[in-house]
């Protein structure tokens, strides 16, 4: 019945969706099992250029790429597709904090916007910037850094303020 919905919405339009954690990270532990990934995730520099022009042209510090918020990101945007869902929360319950963790981040004010639909990723930052929640969540002050995930057109952008 999910996935039957999930389809519905995506055949009418790009989905999108943003997820913000207005303080500290999660303390709770994730589960015993947890995915590393087990390859590193490349930067996509057109991507990159896209997100640091927004964040710039809104009087912010460019955000910075981090391979294990790009991990956390690209095992959940494989997840996603491999399962059939699109969601900040994980099948198996985990949370993108939870999930950051188990790659070894933490953070003081992590964010996490999904897009499903777009033709590439710098196109997912023109529509989140026009979304008034994923929006904020590329405002983040401060020192900030970034992953990203791409599992066909599903996209997942973790970012993270520096602690």
């Known amino acids: 019945m999910r996935l039957m919905s ?3 919405m995506a055949a009418s339009a790009a989905l999108l969706a943003g997820c913000d954690d207005t303080g500290m990270a999660s303390s709770g532990t994730a589960p ?3 995915a590393r990934a087990s390859a590193s995730v490349a930067p996509d520099a057109e991507f990159e250029a896209a997100l640091n022009a927004f964040r710039t042209q809104n009087g912010l510090q460019p ?3 981090n391979p294990r918020l790009a991990a956390a990101a690209q095992l959940h945007a494989e997840d ?3 399962n059939g869902y699109f969601d900040h929360r ?3 319950g985990r949370t993108y904090t939870q999930r950051l963790a188990a790659q070894g981040y933490r953070s003081c004010w992590p964010t996490e916007n999904l897009a499903w639909g ?3 990723a710098a196109r997912a930052v023109t ?3 026009g979304s008034p929640k994923h929006h904020r969540n590329m405002m983040l002050q401060g020192r900030v850094e970034y992953g990203l995930g791409q599992a066909g057109n599903i ?3 973790e970012l993270a303020r520096v602690c």
Do not use: G
Request: glycine letters at 0%.
């Open 32 to 34: 015993a099992v947890v």
């Open 118 to 120: 777009q033709r590439n």
């Open 155 to 157: 996209y997942v952008l």
């Open 90 to 92: 994980s099948l198996d």
């Open 6 to 8: 999930v389809l519905a």
């Open 63 to 65: 955000a910075t790429y």
């Open 127 to 129: 529509e989140w910037a």
């Open 80 to 82: 996603m597709q491999a």
